[in-house]
């Protein structure tokens, strides 16, 4: 990922963690919210705590379900199992790790990794505040995940992988983190297959999740060249003209 974009799109993220710690209701700016929703460049149902029934909202903190920018619910798809270990990628104030730790139980774990230090204290409020003992929040960037091959049973994500610049590292270095036989279940804003990139940066900006993302069959190609198997892509609700919320789901093979 270029520095500058990475810069920025750390920013927002930092100042969207600022905001959330003061007690807002919007995880962004308030021009942002003013003329976007909470998230992104398009209205506040795309994105956020909506996409998550009541029941589970119910599970959590408020701080947790505020902090929700996502643009689905990976959870909901991914199958969790007790006694997995679950790997969140750009886990924010860490909505979906404390979910997925609640599904995996005491005896699994649910790792959030995020490059932002202000959502990083905000996750680990919100765990706290949860009593979740089995989620751990790391440092790191989703092109080098900070854990050893063959590790993870699930990788999940929501609306965070079209923010990097180098998706096709993503998509390796979520097929080496993973077990033979484990899977991913990700959220991400993708692209119609007749939509080119220029088209794409029509409708949003990168750090709006629009800009960055990868059409269908950009991704169905991505994590077939990265190995894996058993592929779907998924859109479940419009965000932009083209461009749609998706449930992305792989197998890394035996």
């Known amino acids: ?28 700016s308030a021009d942002d919210c003013a003329e976007n929703g909470c998230c992104g460049d398009v ?19 408020d701080d947790a379900v505020l902090a929700s920018l996502g643009c689905g619910n990976p959870t909901a ?3 969790l199992r007790e006694g997995e270990t679950v790997l969140d990628l750009g886990s924010g104030g860490g909505i ?17 990794l995020d490059m932002t230090d202000e959502m990083l204290e905000l996750a680990r409020k919100n765990a706290d505040q949860a009593n979740v003992a089995n989620a751990q929040f790391l440092k790191g960037e989703i092109e080098a995940i900070p854990l050893p091959a063959d590790s993870v049973d699930v990788v999940i994500s929501n609306c965070v992988i079209n923010l ?26 993708v692209a119609e ?18 800009a960055g993302a990868l059409s269908k ?38």
Do not use: N
């Open 217 to 254: 069959g950009e991704y169905e190609d991505g994590l077939g060249e990265a190995g894996f198997a058993d592929i779907s892509v998924r859109f479940t609700h419009r965000v932009a003209d083209g461009m749609h919320s998706a449930i992305v789901k792989a197998v890394k093979p035996l």
């Open 164 to 189: 990097s610049t180098d998706k096709s590292r993503v998509l390796r270095e979520m097929f080496r983190v993973l077990r033979p036989g484990g899977r991913i279940g990700v959220s991400d804003v």
């Open 77 to 79: 798809v991914a199958e």
């Open 43 to 61: 209205g506040p149902q795309a994105f956020g705590a909506a996409l998550y029934d009541a029941l589970e909202q119910d599970e959590l903190p």
């Open 193 to 210: 297959d007749t939509l080119a990139p220029d088209e794409r940066a029509e409708r949003g900006s990168w750090v709006g999740c629009i």
């Open 1 to 28: 990922m270029s520095t500058k974009l990475r810069e920025e799109i750390r920013s927002k993220y930092a100042e969207a963690a600022r905001t959330l710690s003061g007690g807002s209701g919007c995880g962004c």
């Open 96 to 112: 979906d790790v404390l979910l997925s730790a609640r599904r995996v139980g005491p005896t699994g774990i649910a790792y959030g």
